[in-house]
Structures are given as C-alpha cells and as structure tokens.
C-alpha cells in the first residue's frame, strides 16, 4: 500500500462544476502539500498545509490530521484547471516529499 | 529573484551510457531535492543535498550520484543507465528546515 493514495485517478467534468480530489496518507507528517503539473512537466505549488484550511482564489484545501486525510476544491472550474494534480507528504528533515500518483483533471467546456 | 532551472530540457541517451543533469536552485535556497518520476506516475525521491552534503537519500541504487557546488547547484549522474531509467526528472530547491519547496521544470530522459 502506498505512503500516499489519491482519488479519483482520473476525472472529467463539465465547465462550472465543483470538483473534490481526496488525498489519504499512512504516516506522521509535518505538512502536506497540492501541486498542479501541466503537460510538459513542470510542477506548481498550491498549497502547504499542516492544519485547518487555506484558499486561493477558487482553489481550497483543508486537512485533518487526526483522519490522515486532506482534499482539494476547485470551485466554477474552468478549462485551464486542466492539469495533473499531486499530493505530496513531507516528514521534515532530509526525507524528501512522498507523492501520491496523482489525479488527471480534464475540464470541458 | 530567478527560479528553479534545469538543463537540459530534453536528452536521449542508450543503455549502458552515462548522464549527468544540472540544476540551479531559486535566488536564497541552499538545499536540493532531486525526483525521478516515470511516466504516469508520482514523483520518487532520488536525494537531497545541503551545503555540498547528502543530506537524505531515497530507495535508489548506487548508480544514481550526485553533487551540490557552492553555490548550491546541484548535479544529478545516472552511471550504467537502464532502459527504467527513462522519467522525467526534476530539482527542487529549498531553504534548510523549511516545508516548502520549488520545483524547475524538469528534464525528460529518455534510454533507448
């Protein structure tokens, strides 16, 4: 089982909708973290959480370190949020982050 | 405040050959992280660097090597490579004991 699981593996929804990508992790953490890759391969960071909630524009995340789990939100998703997004644990120290695979977001519009 | 790069973009290389990767860490940060991530999959830890060391190492052979200079940019060597060495790899950059990191665009290997 991975470190790090995330679901769905793949989605696609209309322009508008409100879109939930879920992120569960097995071990002690010190932040978790969002990023976006578009084709090509460059990765973007969200967001770094280790409690509570953040937003950015239409974008939210929250985590609950007792249930292990945090979630994305996308709100009146556009065609642009279109990308592969990774949630990613960091334990602190020279650990590195651990990724889980990823969810693949296609908007339609 | 200039960010993450890597060179070079792209690179095919065949079995059994050597490749070094370079990369220059944002304008302030002193650490580096470097990740293998194959096709349709996360990213893998490979190691990081502080200040010239290895400073954590993931679950990768020997074969995989590396450098920081002191300007703390960062070499990544792959010696004897394997056709499962082909990935994307990317550097992340990072200020010592803080969460965040930066991540530059990559570098697609590909071993024929």
């Known amino acids: 089982k991975n470190e790090v699981e995330q679901s769905p593996q793949n989605l696609t929804a209309q322009e508008g909708e409100f879109i939930t990508i879920n992120c569960s992790y097995s071990v002690g953490i010190s932040a978790l973290h969002w990023l976006q890759q578009h084709p090509g391969g460059g990765i973007v960071s969200l967001f770094m959480l280790s409690s509570g909630k953040k937003k950015h524009g239409r974008l939210i995340a929250t985590i609950n370190i007792q249930e292990k789990h945090s979630s994305l939100h996308i709100t009146a998703s556009h065609p642009r949020d279109s990308a592969v997004y990774i949630c990613?644990?960091?334990?602190?120290?020279?650990?590195?982050?651990?990724f889980g695979k990823g969810t693949h977001l296609i908007i339609q519009p | 405040e200039t960010g993450v790069t890597q060179s070079p973009t792209h690179l095919i290389k065949t079995r059994g050959q050597q490749v070094t990767l370079r990369c220059s860490s944002q304008?302030?940060?002193?650490?580096v992280s470097w990740y293998q991530q194959a096709l349709g999959q996360g990213p893998q830890f490979i190691f990081q660097y502080y200040r010239e060391e290895k400073n954590g190492r993931g679950n990768f052979p020997p074969r995989f090597s590396g450098l920081q200079f002191p300007n703390y940019s960062s070499e990544l060597n792959v010696n004897a490579l394997e056709l499962d060495d082909s990935a994307l790899y990317l550097c992340?950059?990072?200020?010592?004991?803080?969460?965040?990191?930066?991540f530059g665009p990559g570098t697609r290997l590909t071993v024929l």
């Open positions: 304008s302030g940060h002193n650490t």
């Open positions: 990613a644990v960091g334990r602190g120290g020279a650990d590195g982050l651990t």
């Open positions: 992340a950059s990072s200020l010592y004991g803080h969460n965040e990191q930066f």
